[in-house]
């Protein structure tokens, strides 16, 4: 019994379980956190969770324990109902947005901290503070977010379940600027692109979602699709707004959906490859949306470039609005 009743309290931790009944606390020391009692009334925080012995303790009605004697209280069950609580089935599934939240705060905060960052930010053209800041781009220089994550009272199942851990425990993005995945307002993943020589292009495990800031341009009656998160970027700093992105050459269902949701011009601006892969996705994907009933051009940039590339180059809005005036069908 004993071994089962600790497997069991290993699967969620007490703060991870308070936090998921929104439970609101604040820091209170190196492995404590403080907020109101759950199981009185009171006006001043007292119920404090030490994280590094997983238990409780409130100072204002004296009760503590751990995660199943805190059930036991709250829920007023027997010591085996509550074990009954942690039950694999009825466990709540852990919110993961919660953590992202926290993960992309902590790298946006990095960024103005490294020096190559910031570099590799310019060396790609993209230079408005303003704009970094709306999209919430960071950086994650690994070694460092466990660390921070821990400190905050996440457990590392929790985090090795989100995938912010690789399996020997390390953090999954190394050297890595970091972009946010949303939709409907909610954090869904974190893009990484490597300033290295590491695999360019990383995701957490799970979906992308749908189209890059799809929100802001749903209503429009022309849109430009884009390939990468920079290409998104630079045609965002170079004055146009009607820009959403893939997130790669195939769409996937929700996508697409996205794009046939009402009468528009879709412009797609995919990379002008040496193989073609680009440029034939493109094709295709305006064949796939014409027998849609939705009008698709294909911007053809010059050879060997996307978007990003062609400011950073030296092109500028007007030079690129004539190649979106010159789209083929």
């Known amino acids: 019994m004993g071994e089962d009743v600790e497997t069991l309290k290993r699967r969620l931790s007490l703060l991870d379980y308070l936090r998921q009944h929104n439970w609101a606390s604040r820091p209170a020391g190196r492995s404590e956190f403080v907020g109101l009692c759950p199981l009185h009334d009171e006006t001043r925080p007292s119920f404090y969770v030490n994280t590094r012995k997983d238990v409780f303790y409130c100072h204002g009605c004296g009760q503590g324990g751990d995660l199943i004697r805190f059930i036991q209280l709250s829920r007023h069950l027997s010591f085996r109902q509550s074990l009954a609580c942690l039950d694999s089935q009825t466990i709540p599934a852990v919110d993961s947005a919660t953590v992202l939240e926290q993960t992309a705060t902590f790298y ?16 790609r053209g993209l230079h408005n503070p303003a704009l970094i800041k709306e999209l919430d ?3 994650s220089p690994g070694g460092s977010l466990r660390r ?3 400190a905050q009272g996440y457990s590392f199942d929790l985090l090795r379940q989100v995938g912010l851990l690789n399996m020997n425990g390390s953090d999954a993005f190394y050297q890595r600027i970091i972009f946010p995945l949303r939709q409907r307002g909610h ?3 974190l893009y990484g692109r ?8 990383r995701f957490l495990p799970g979906t992308k979602g749908g189209l890059y800031a799809w929100e802001k341009v749903r209503h429009r009656p022309e849109v430009i699709v884009v390939e990468g998160l920079f290409d998104y970027a630079a045609l965002r700093q170079a004055g ?7 997130l790669g050459t195939h769409l996937n269902a929700d996508q697409f959906l996205q794009l046939c949701d009402g009468p528009r011009t879709v412009y797609l601006t995919f990379d002008a490859d040496a193989n073609q892969s680009g440029q034939q996705a493109a094709e295709q994907l305006a064949h796939r949306l014409e027998a849609h ?3 698709a051009r294909r911007v053809l940039l010059p050879q060997g470039h996307d978007p990003n590339s062609f400011f950073v180059q030296g092109g500028d809005a007007r030079q690129f609005q004539s190649l ?3 789209a083929q069908p």
Do not use: K
């Open 148 to 150: 921070y994550l821990m």
């Open 293 to 295: 009933g939705v009008a």
């Open 108 to 123: 946006q905060q990095q960024l103005d901290h490294y020096p190559e960052a910031l570099s590799y930010l310019n060396r």
């Open 187 to 189: 954090l869904i993943n």
């Open 240 to 246: 146009f707004d009607n820009v959403t992105c893939s």
């Open 194 to 201: 490597s300033i290295g020589a590491a695999f360019s292009h």
């Open 137 to 139: 781009i960071g950086y």
């Open 324 to 326: 979106v005036e010159g």
